[in-house]
């Protein structure tokens, strides 16, 4: 059942070798998160801007009063110590409540992001991915439905990692980060991934999406993003659980096209797969018997 779909998968390399834009979309500028490129990875960048302020805002009251404490009530200038404060009641409920409350701030809209992100209701498109020691498997379901094939690292990064290539790696485009054949996905579309693997726990992790999940031998993961209309490219990712010896050789490239665009490419794999399931008519006839 996988040969053919694998020969299909093969035969379709045309496809992909001139399909996508090769410009790779990083949303990160290097010092923060990235925004990414879908409604959680932005709210989940909010609520992380959220937390960062409110910790300026501790860090700014609690380091200017003691900073203001040692220089203004110096030894040097007859400061004498409040031996009341240890024991004030007051100020005891004070510390308790103040960070409570502010723990219940963050916590709201945090409990409030979680239950949106494990809420894969009303999918459009399912993609089944299994994790190998050292690929993916991606298996499309809905409209993709018999499309099935193996991501794995690319050639030209998987020579220049051998030991003694004689291969710069800075000459390799996107070292470590490119695949043979990306994920490919509509833009402005739900697409839930159902996560499992077949020997170790690897992990999906794709940045700009805002997503990274476990994927675990026996047990299913679900995860949802919808890539913003009009942010159509090439996203990265790589596993990020740690899986054996080729661990950092294992990336996620997703290729995101439009919902035009993908359709094409589905009806082109699904043309690809007939054709590799129809028997050649002209194969001698023992050979088709020996099939
Ligand atoms: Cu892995």
Not at 142 to 162: H, M, P, V, W
Not at 264 to 277: F, H, I, R, T
Request: charged fraction near 20%; glycine fraction near 6%.
């Amino acid at each position: 059942m996988l040969a053919p779909r694998l020969a299909a998968a093969t035969a379709a390399c045309g496809v992909w070798a001139t399909a996508g834009a090769e410009t790779t979309l990083n949303t990160s500028n290097g010092y923060n998160l990235p925004p990414g490129v879908t409604e959680m990875s932005r709210a989940i960048y909010d609520l992380h801007m959220e937390a960062f302020w409110i910790c300026v805002v501790i860090a700014i009251v609690v380091f200017g009063a003691m900073i203001y404490s040692l220089v203004k009530f110096r030894h040097s200038q007859g400061a004498v110590p409040d031996t009341n404060l240890l024991h004030s009641t007051k100020v005891e409920i004070a510390w308790t409540i103040v960070p409570v409350i502010i723990l219940v701030v963050m916590a709201i809209p945090a409990a409030d992001l979680i239950l949106k992100m494990e809420d894969m209701r009303s999918a459009d498109l399912s993609i089944r991915v299994t994790g190998y020691q050292w690929k993916w498997q991606y298996q499309y379901m809905d409209a993709g439905e018999g499309i099935d094939f193996f991501s794995t690292l690319k050639q030209d990064s998987n020579f220049a990692r051998q030991l003694h290539s004689g291969i710069d790696p800075a000459s390799v485009p996107n070292y470590l980060l490119d695949v043979d054949h990306p994920l490919v996905i509509p833009s402005g579309t739900k697409v839930r991934v159902i996560l499992t693997s077949q020997d170790v726990i690897h992990a999906w992790y794709v940045p700009d999406f805002g997503l990274k999940r476990a994927a675990v031998p026996g047990f299913i993961n679900e995860l949802w993003f919808k890539v913003d209309a009009g942010k159509e490219g090439i996203y990265r990712g790589q596993c990020a659980a740690l899986c054996g010896r080729d661990h950092g050789f294992m990336p996620v490239v997703v290729d995101v096209r439009t919902p035009d665009d993908f359709k094409k490419w589905v009806d082109e794999q699904k043309a690809a797969l007939k054709q590799a399931s129809t028997p050649t008519t002209d194969a001698p006839r023992s050979a088709q018997v020996l099939n």
